[in-house]
């Protein structure tokens, strides 16, 4: 089994950063890649970026050139940098570990961590 934890959530100003941290722990092995999604009130989780093991990242169009996904395959940990941050970026943030093993396509995800942007 895997647990993942984030953090880094936080009440910020338009237009401020945040960056946000999911350290994994447990049993890690054949990850195929990490991702980082968010859900708004009263709306479905949205993927936000991803990060291969082999370290290609990719973004949502509403995020790109302000958010940057990084990975620390030492520690485990993947991060999300959030610049130029807008109102619209308030969610929970969550992320999630896809890995084969024990079986192909194996999802586990995190408990979320509130972002709110509001000045």
């Known amino acids: 089994q895997v647990q993942l934890v984030e953090s880094g959530g936080d009440l910020v100003q338009p237009g401020g950063s945040l960056r946000l941290s999911c350290s994994a722990s447990?049993?890690?092995?054949?990850?195929?890649?990490m991702a980082w999604h968010r859900q708004a009130p009263g709306q479905e989780r949205e993927l936000v970026a991803s990060?291969?093991?082999?370290?290609?990242?990719a973004y949502a169009d509403s995020v790109k050139g302000r958010f940057t996904i990084s990975g620390d395959s030492v520690k485990n940990i993947v991060y999300l940098q959030m610049n130029s941050l807008k109102p619209e970026d308030t969610a929970v943030y969550f992320c999630?570990?896809?890995?084969?093993?024990?079986?192909?396509?194996?999802?586990?995800w995190g408990q979320g961590t509130q972002v709110t942007v509001s000045s």
């Open positions: 990060i291969t093991s082999g370290g290609s990242a």
């Open positions: 447990g049993i890690i092995t054949d990850i195929k890649y």
């Open positions: 999630r570990l896809r890995t084969d093993w024990p079986r192909p396509r194996t999802d586990y």
